[in-house]
């Protein structure tokens, strides 16, 4: 198998001084089987609606530190050209 990410429209990052950084994005994930043609339409196809991520970052002594907070999914959506899965 072998899967492909790709972004869905742009993604939107929030800026804050006191909160840190919140970043919203959508992305697809194609999954194809490594037996057909590139060409062939993906197996499955993952839809990932509303990817809420929320961090603060600092940099001390070149050390760039992340504190992840929070990371959502709004919506999971599976799909497939291929009929019954």
């Known amino acids: 198998m072998r899967s492909v990410f790709k972004n869905v429209g742009a993604p939107r990052f929030i800026?804050?001084?006191?909160?840190?950084?919140?970043?919203?994005?959508?992305?697809?994930?194609d999954v194809h089987l490594e037996s057909l043609p590139e060409t062939d339409?993906?197996?499955?196809?993952?839809?990932?609606?509303?990817?809420?991520?929320?961090?603060?970052?600092?940099?001390e002594n070149m050390v760039l530190n992340v504190d992840w907070r929070k990371i959502e999914v709004?919506?999971?959506?599976?799909?497939?050209?291929w009929g019954a899965f």
């Open 15 to 29: 800026f804050s001084e006191t909160e840190g950084l919140e970043l919203l994005f959508n992305i697809d994930v």
């Open 74 to 81: 709004d919506d999971i959506k599976v799909t497939s050209e």
């Open 41 to 59: 339409p993906p197996v499955l196809v993952f839809h990932f609606e509303g990817i809420h991520v929320d961090f603060g970052m600092l940099l």
